[in-house]
């Protein structure tokens, strides 16, 4: 296909603002999909994403356009997560791409995932249009959002495209405006062949399968290539493009979007973000990447078998070959015996991970309560990473611990203005801006603690802004605070596995909290099984789950009292011993309960 032919874009929105259900819509009125394979949410593959109702990996698609103009356009559309722990993924399909979609739902407006994702875009210096979705709802105002977009963004009222993706309307006059707007890939950089990684995955008989954006020259299947940042030569098993499913073709030339099916067996040998050219003739330098996903959350995943260790460790590898954003490694628990600390992009992340080993490998996890990483410096000036409470070092030996930091973005209906205001001051957030979207929305900029945003901050925010409420984040740096560790005891034996990191003035009110959670959960035993919190050697709160009582005295009617007390005090010995020898389990809604730690 001639160059000027082609139109590369993305599309980009809050969660649930419409993004998959437009790009069905595109599909279908291009003809790239017969009426009869037609599904829901097309791109969106995994179970998962159907049944959460969200888009977790990106995935791109060729359709092939006949414009009004009689020329045929090939336009290659990459599908974006919305959800603020997959924002890298929109970052990578940003720069394959020359424009984008900027989706803003009718009846909510901009939110703050809009604001991130478009300031994202306008960074990669891609062509914006405005798409106001869902004007079929009753309660939509699509002037009022357009009038939104202009306010914020400098965006001309008449620029914006009212749709429907649910019925279609203005489907047509997307495709217009994607190929009038957005420009075609500009020329070749350099002489060589250079593509770039924006995606992998993993497939039993092709490899290590990239999804590239040809900048420079061609790739076939016929010349040997190789990823530069590796320079591990490969012949392609096959060269091909999405439309939606893989097709092999010929080759790619530049600015054309498709796959490299490679056979290489890592996922490291062939990273997002490298740049594939000819092993023959390499290109000068490669393309500028990305930088590597960074895990936020650390969480240990442990089987609730002891011999399905293996079998977990197996599963990880095999997901992190399809994620490479996912990371882990050995760990040792106290209390729960072998198992892995893993690193995630945030609770969503987490839960989606989580889920997928259970259902696609059939394990039995427990899950421990996810933390951040500090930087803990000691009296030695060595700085440490610590990503699990159990690793903080003595504290005698700590010089200071430092936190990171996140800046917040929240969007809110201006009725809720001071409870947010109340939720982020509980947190810890420094106010740094407030301004009003319109009359009726107001948006705030705080800064705080990533340990206080990653836990349930957007739940909380949702429940007192009455669902209206929407968050994004990004990391800052890290600050020091005075924290230390809050340690758990079960019937005086530390569980390793339940230690928090908390802010010395918040220990007591959340230890006790804590306890109080914890008592409900542990089961009963046939003795008293005491649960503590502590700072160092320091118990701070104590509860006691109460031992179930076997009547022992049921069978003896009549005769001296001394027989029964007899009895109770045979009882009471054998609870005496049975406590010397016993050991407590803890059930895994015991490690969640540090997610649900009271906000009183």
Request: contains cysteine; proline residues 5%.
């Amino acid at each position: 296909m001639e160059r000027d032919r082609i139109r590369n874009f993305c599309i980009i929105a809050h969660v649930d603002h419409g993004k998959s259900t437009l790009a069905d819509r595109l599909l279908e009125r291009t003809g790239t999909i017969s009426e009869r394979d037609m599904t829901e949410q097309v791109l969106d593959a995994m179970d998962l994403e159907r049944e959460k109702g969200v888009t977790i990996k990106a995935s791109a698609v060729r359709l092939s356009y006949d414009a009004p103009d009689d020329r045929t356009y090939e336009l290659n559309l990459i599908d974006t997560p919305g959800h603020v722990d997959f924002g890298y993924e929109v970052s990578r399909a940003l720069a394959a791409c020359e424009g984008a979609l900027l989706v803003v739902d009718a009846s909510q407006g901009v939110e703050a995932q809009t604001i991130a994702n478009l300031y994202q875009a306008l960074e990669h210096d891609l062509t914006i249009i405005p798409v106001i979705n869902k004007i079929d709802l009753p309660s939509a105002h699509p002037e009022e959002v357009a009038h939104e977009l202009s306010d914020l963004f400098g965006f001309d009222e008449s620029e914006a495209i009212l749709v429907s993706a649910k019925d279609g309307r203005g489907a047509e006059q997307v495709l217009q405006a994607i190929v009038e707007r957005i420009p075609p890939p500009r020329g070749p950089r350099v002489d060589s062949s250079r593509a770039l990684v924006f995606d992998t995955h993993y497939d039993s008989y092709k490899g290590v399968v990239a999804y590239v954006r040809v900048f420079d020259g061609e790739l076939t299947s016929k010349t040997q290539l190789m990823p530069m940042a590796t320079r591990e030569r490969f012949e392609p098993i096959e060269v091909g493009a999405f439309v939606p499913g893989m097709l092999p073709v010929d080759g790619l030339s530049s600015g054309e979007v498709g796959y490299v099916a490679t056979g290489l067996k890592s996922v490291h040998d062939c990273g997002v973000g490298d740049t594939i050219t000819l092993a023959a003739d390499p290109a000068p330098e490669p393309l500028p990447g990305y930088r590597p996903a960074k895990p936020m959350v650390f969480a240990g995943l442990y089987p609730s078998e002891g011999e399905d260790y293996g079998v977990l460790r197996d599963s990880l590898e095999k997901l992190s070959l399809n994620d490479a954003s996912f990371t882990w490694q050995p760990e040792n628990s106290q209390a729960l015996g072998f198992g892995f600390r893993a690193g995630f992009l945030g609770l969503f992340h987490m839960e989606i991970i989580q889920e997928r080993l259970e259902r696609e490998y059939g394990l039995d996890l427990v899950v421990t309560a996810p933390n951040v990483e500090y930087e803990v410096v000691t009296h030695r000036d060595e700085t440490l990473r610590v990503d699990s409470p159990a690793d903080l070092p003595p504290e005698g030996d700590i010089e200071e611990i430092r936190e990171p930091w996140a800046e917040v973005t929240l969007v809110t209906p201006a009725e809720h203005v001071g409870a947010v205001m109340e939720l982020a001051n509980r947190r810890r957030g420094l106010q740094k801006r407030m301004e009003y979207l319109d009359q009726k929305r107001v948006l705030l900029t705080y800064e705080m603690p990533l340990s206080e945003v990653i836990i349930d901050l957007h739940d909380q925010l949702k429940s007192r802004t009455r669902g209206y409420g929407s968050m994004d984040y990004h990391m800052i740096g890290f600050r020091a605070a005075d924290l230390v560790r809050l340690d758990v005891l079960v019937n005086e034996e530390p569980v390793d596995a339940l230690y928090l990191i908390v802010h010395r003035d918040e220990a007591y009110r959340k230890g006790q909290s804590l306890v109080t959670r914890l008592k409900e959960l542990i089961p009963r035993q046939m003795f008293d099984v005491p649960v503590q919190a502590a700072v160092g050697k320091r118990v701070i709160s104590r509860a006691n789950v109460k031992a179930t009582r076997k009547n022992v005295t049921a069978k003896c009617y009549g005769g001296d009292v001394t027989r029964k007390r007899k009895l109770l005090e045979k009882q009471k010995e054998g609870k005496k011993r049975l406590k010397q020898i016993g050991s407590v389990s803890v059930p895994q809604e015991a490690f969640m309960a540090l997610l649900s730690i009271e906000e009183s």
